[in-house]
């Protein structure tokens, strides 16, 4: 079993458990969790539906592979997974639009099912069909999100809606992530109409609807569904009852009374609903329904004397739908694929509210890595395959199921103190960043770095987050005494890009005053441009932008690292493209055809234009991979870089 060397005997922390007061109750253990491992999640919307094992490890300083390509010989991982992504769930109720156009709550969904997710970059998205791939439960604090059009979302506080202005956070526990705001326009159809219930006024309107619109020239089949449900209603109401016009209808009267009317002479042609009879005043009676139902429609047409004529609704994914489930028509199968998304005024969001209350919140995801929630698009949790080392799940687990070293404050001492110990440089955040969200909570970092300060080890860290800026002073004082290097990973500053591979790291402008608050603190800082993203940003003009932005904020060098995709990481990152840039696919089939790199000439390419760009804003040329290692690396090494999320 691969987590033997994360091991140690129960009990074997002297001091006893420190974070027991900073911990809710702990969460049942997995099957495969080992003893003396504790369990624990907690209460706070930032860690909302996460597990921490918390583990007495064997070891801290673990050596790199010989035949690994990165330029260093030894790690330190306190962390095993990556508490910087996100989690999203909305309310088990909560209407999903499926793939045929019928809708069922989120609760009740489950792996397999074709619902409708959507495809493209930014606004510019198309819906298509999608399948869900998996199906969770959790408790997590609640927002009320309203919309002008009235529509009401119950959500946890990370869940990510698509606006006007990107993916947004209903209400991020970190201030870096972009968050919802009262103005913002959602992506969608709008609110779902309440499906009828088949009352005895529905029941009567059907009846009326499909025996009037047969006898008016209907070409339904007797045998089919429509005819199947007016047997049944039959049993409870007189067919010379239903039969009559009412003065009066009711709602449930005219939604049943265009179900059956639909049943007898309607139509569906992806977008179209269409009514065709030779009698007017059945079509009459046809419009006024749809009218006193909100749903707008073309008068009758008659073509020529004696011929039937038509009465048709308004072609778009509105309408359509909202006669769907008004009604509750059998027949009229949707097919929405290529239909573009549009944002609208009456999405607006008219209120964020903290509801007080921990609800049951429930999270699909999909093959879109999205969804529609109650007229929305809603965005999914995504799934990657890097936590199996673990034996963990390939999906969900990296993001939820975290390892937590916790005695790595005690491992680090006793191994820099050992004999055997030959004093070499330590580089951190070479596999998930040490600097991630969990490190706020556990601080082991401040252990780790007082600790090769004490004892002057080099050392270098490379990290995404901002959480670095805590233990500057550390950091000062272990460049008293030894030798350090930090690096921070900006691979480009399109925040749209940002948005859509890297949402659970902080911004590109969040990094960069990374950068400038150590270089004012006196650090030369390296930036690793990573990774540079083929046809996304590696045009001169993302280059240009991303070295001028890294040299204005103080960056003493600058190393392009193309993406390079290793097993798990290709798949999702393969996920992820073939959704947002399908274009793309066949590109990356090709660059990426024969291994985890690109083709040295393609990376020479790129590492020549980064060098142009960085001369001509002023930044040295780094050598190879200086900035993640500070022994001299083999001339033949190649750096690595951080996951994308």
């Known amino acids: 079993m691969r987590w033997s060397n994360l091991s140690a005997s129960p009990g074997s922390n002297p001091d006893g458990d420190s974070l027991l007061d900073r911990a809710a109750p702990a969460a049942p253990p997995l099957p495969l969790a ?74 009740e969904l489950r792996t397999g099912d074709a619902i409708m997710g959507t495809m493209g970059a930014g606004a510019c998205r198309r819906y298509v069909p999608t399948t869900v791939l998996d199906h969770w439960e959790t408790r997590k604090p609640a927002f009320r999100v309203t919309l002008a059009d009235g529509t009401r979302l ?94 009066l209808p009711s709602g449930g009267w005219l939604r049943g009374f265009l179900a059956g009317a639909f049943g007898s002479t309607g139509r569906s042609d992806r977008l179209a609903i269409t009514f065709t009879s030779g009698d007017q005043q059945f079509l009459s009676r046809v419009t006024d329904a749809l009218t ?3 749903l707008a429609s073309r008068a009758p ?97 990296f993001d939820t199921k975290i390892v937590v070293k916790v005695n790595a404050g005690e491992l680090i001492r006793r191994e820099l103190a050992a004999p055997r110990w030959s004093g070499a440089a330590i580089a951190m955040g070479t596999n998930v960043d040490v600097y991630q969200r969990a490190e706020g909570r556990y601080r082991l970092m401040p252990e780790i770095l007082a600790a090769l300060r004490d004892h002057a080890n080099p050392f270098s860290i490379l990290t995404k987050g901002t959480l670095i800026l805590r233990d500057l002073q550390l950091l000062e004082q272990a460049a008293e005494v030894t030798r350090i290097s930090l690096a921070v990973s900006i691979g480009f500053v399109d925040e749209t890009i940002w948005r859509a591979v890297e949402s659970g790291a902080p911004s590109p402008r969040r990094r960069l005053e990374v950068v400038r608050r150590l270089t004012d603190a006196g650090f030369p800082v390296g930036v690793l441009m990573a990774p540079i993203l083929p046809g996304l940003t590696d045009s001169d003009e993302s280059i240009d932008q991303t070295v001028a932005a890294i040299a204005a904020a103080g960056a003493t060098s600058v190393t392009p690292i193309p993406l390079h995709l290793r097993p798990g990481a290709r798949e999702w990152f393969a996920s992820w493209l073939t959704r947002n840039h399908p274009e793309l696919a066949p590109r990356y089939r090709d660059l990426y055809g024969s291994g985890s790199y690109l083709p040295q000439a393609y990376q020479h390419e790129i590492g020549a234009r980064v060098r142009m760009a960085a001369r001509r804003h002023g930044l040295h040329r780094p050598g190879p991979a200086q900035i993640r290692a500070v022994d001299e690396p083999p001339a033949t090494a190649a750096p690595s870089q951080l996951t994308l999320l």
């Not at 260093?72 to 989690?87: E, K, L, M, V």
């Not at 159809?189 to 309107?205: I, L, N, T």
């Not at 059907?206 to 047997?231: I, K, M, P, Q, Y």
Request: aromatic content about 8%; charged content about 20%; glycine content about 10%.
């Open 301 to 397: 047409v008659r073509t020529r004397p004696g011929s039937s004529s038509t009465v048709e609704l308004d072609r778009d994914l509105w309408a359509a739908l909202r006669f769907r489930h008004l009604t509750g028509a059998a027949g009229a199968p949707l097919d929405a694929s290529g239909v573009g998304v549009r944002k609208s005024r009456e999405l607006a969001v008219a209120d964020i509210a903290e509801l007080g209350l921990t609800l049951p919140l429930f999270d699909i995801s999909t093959g879109t890595g999205d969804f529609i929630a109650d007229g929305v698009v809603s965005h999914n949790c995504f799934a990657r395959n890097t936590h199996t080392y673990l034996d963990l799940d390939a999906g969900h687990d």
């Open 34 to 107: 080992l003893p003396g491992a504790t369990v624990r999640t907690f209460d706070t919307p930032g860690f909302a539906g996460m597990t921490f094992y918390e583990i007495e490890a064997k070891s801290l300083i673990n050596r790199v592979p010989g035949q690994s390509r990165v330029p260093f010989q030894w790690t330190i991982n306190p962390y095993r997974g990556c508490s910087h992504a996100c989690s999203y769930c909305l309310a088990g109720d909560t209407p999903i639009l499926m793939a045929d156009g019928t809708t069922r709550p989120l609760a």
């Open 154 to 247: 119950v959500a946890s506080g990370d869940h990510r809606f698509l606006t006007d202005r990107g993916w947004r956070h209903v209400s991020p526990a970190e201030p870096h992530l972009p968050a919802l705001a009262v103005g913002d326009l959602m992506f969608g159809v709008g609110h779902f109409a309440e499906p009828p219930k088949e009352s005895p006024d529905y029941q009567a309107g059907f009846l009326c609807g499909l025996v009037r619109g047969d006898a008016s020239g209907g070409r339904a089949a007797r045998e089919g569904d429509a005819w199947v449900r007016a047997d049944t209603y039959l049993e409870d109401i007189p067919l010379h009852e239903a039969l009559r016009w009412p003065e």
């Open 292 to 294: 006193q139902l909100g």
